[in-house]
């Protein structure tokens, strides 16, 4: 449909008119809304947007203002006239019942109160309930229910017509297959909702294909429709999706039946399809009578966007009352009675300016991509880790590339793909170094891994990033031993290894800048105190590969102290809860070999603590001693740190996973594939938080 030329052309024609315009009105939104359908044309179809969704809603919104302010120029075709286009081929295509439109988009509290004026206009009345609900960053679908029956399934698609996806959306474990509606004599009903992958889902998904050597997905959203487009739903099933159901869009009454109360309200009726067994947002949401009290609850709620276990992007507000939004009825681009309230950006382009080459404490070598600085959800990006050569190569990266950053819920930056139809020639192939950008020793890859490794245990980068670590705060937690002081240190040959930390010579310290007598004694001071840390923390702090916190907790309580591990084999360290091949070779190898055994020696003679406590008469007289637990899903009534630290104060062990090792799974809000899996065993005692707190007082 275009050519590369006409590619590159519309996107430098879309950059120009995100920040200028002719003044010519009629060149001006022929120009819009080319590109407005060149980018429908890559999202939908090509499943590649090739815009930032800010970037495509600011475009949109000024095509809107000008037709709306020139109404003469509005013609048939135009994007604002309908919704976006295409289907791919995979899946045959099905009409929605009712047209599944976009949202009008707003971005501040000026376009909330503008937006509140048009509905009290349209409703001609101020006495309007709104609801706010979140936004989520999935994949749109529609389903439809036949006498209580789950009979089909689809995708967004262009909004009139969708890809029947029924056979994949039966995957999702939480998509009720019947329902009672039937009880209320509704005959058939449409519902519209949002397939996502939670982000703890996501992420374990990611390890895995890790470990298995593949390149990790971008984001949940692509994760999720793409997903929905696989042609085999057992591979549907493994992904784990789950969906939430936010609107019924049509329905139809058995012969002489009322509508139900129920179905008066959008708040009712979404608390009636979560008493069905449906996963709604009735959680989440609010009801307000004015818009100033939904602006504050839009504010309130971006703040702790990252600590929801899904994927949102905004808020979506809307009239409460369904009779009112009938009045107010939908152009055909957007419903009038609903808004899309639009968190900070989290996409962006760039320009990818060259590839740096740095060397962790394992030796592990990572790309690290330098950008031109982009501001993405209120922070500016320069510079995103690429994992490995494998991922380079798979998205086929090249210098001078214009890429599409992201920004996850983690806050963790990645490119999702370069814009490769905007390349002119000049680019340049990533070429990934043969030896140590630092110490110059020839780096290997051992065949079962993605990444390259420096070998050199003294390589002057490992011996820095390890020195950080040991002195992190969920090491040894020595404050005011940053890595900017670390590093400064070792520059000056004041600190060349982990010992040489408590040997530092403080009167040269003192000589520095911005070392004065106050930062002297709380350093000298935060040293010190380290060397009380449990053992736990210093096998973590030794920076052991596969060697977690959880892990080195797990090592700790299998000894009295740690020169015992000496003598371990792999063998023995497998017989403990959690340790598997891969994490027994390497502690084997890492207490089996000289270097390390003479730093743990030369630590035990500046007084640090290397032996353990956990057979302490006041865990034993705990009552958890040998039990097992595990905490998934979100905690109200508190961190999981703290509840974490209850069950080792009471002599219990903490694993990383689900297995026929689990005593306990405590289970917070939104417990996800852990619980499923709980649930299968059989096994496993199930405990709400209130129920855990009980058993803890016992």
Known sequence: MYTSQDEQRLYQQAKTLLTSESGNVEQDIEALREVINYADWKYYVQSEPVLADVEYDTLFKKLKGLEEQYPEQVTADSPTQRVALGLSEKFPAVSHLVPMLSLDNTYNADDLRDWDRRCRELAGTDQIEYCAEPKYDGASVSVIYEDGKLTRGATRGDGIMGEDVTVNIKQIRSMPLSAGFTKEGISQIEIRGEVVIHKDVFAEYNRQRAAEGLSPLANPRNAASGTLRILDPREVGKRKLSVTLYHISDYTLERGKDVPAKLHTHYDSLEYLYSLGFPTPVREMKRFSNIEDVIKFCDEFEQKRDDLPFEVDGLVIKVNQFDLQDRMGMTTHHPRWAVAYKFKA??????????????????????????????????????ISLFNEDVVREKDLHIGDTVLVERAGDVIPYIVKPLAELRDGSEEKIVFPTHCPVCNEALERPEEEAVWRCININCPAQVVERIIHFASKDAMDIRNLGGANILKFYDLELLKDIPGIYHLDFDKIKQLEGFGEKSITNLRT????????????????????????????????????????????????????????????????????????HMIDLLEKEGVNLESHHKSQRQAEGGLLGKTFLFTGTLSHFKRSDAEAMVEDKGGTLLSGVSSKLNYLVVGEDAGSKLEKAKKLGTVTILTETEFLELITK
Do not use: C
Not at 347 to 373: N, Y
Not at 570 to 590: C, I, M, T, W, Y
């Open 346 to 383: 989290r996409q962006a382009t760039s320009k990818l300016q060259r590839v740096e080459f740095q060397v962790g404490r394992t030796g592990s070598v990572t790309p690290v991509a330098k950008i031109e600085p982009v501001p993405i959800g209120g922070v500016t990006v320069t510079s």
């Open 526 to 597: 935060a040293i010190d105190n380290s060397k009380k840390q449990p053992l736990n923390r210093v096998i973590f702090g030794l920076g052991i590969r596969h060697v977690g916190e959880t892990m080195a907790k797990t090592l700790a309580n299998a000894v009295n102290h740690i020169r015992e591990l000496y003598d371990w084999d792999e063998e023995k360290l497998v017989s403990l809860e959690d340790v598997g091949p891969k994490v027994a070779a390497s502690v084997a190898h890492f207490f089996h070999n000289p270097e390390n055994r």
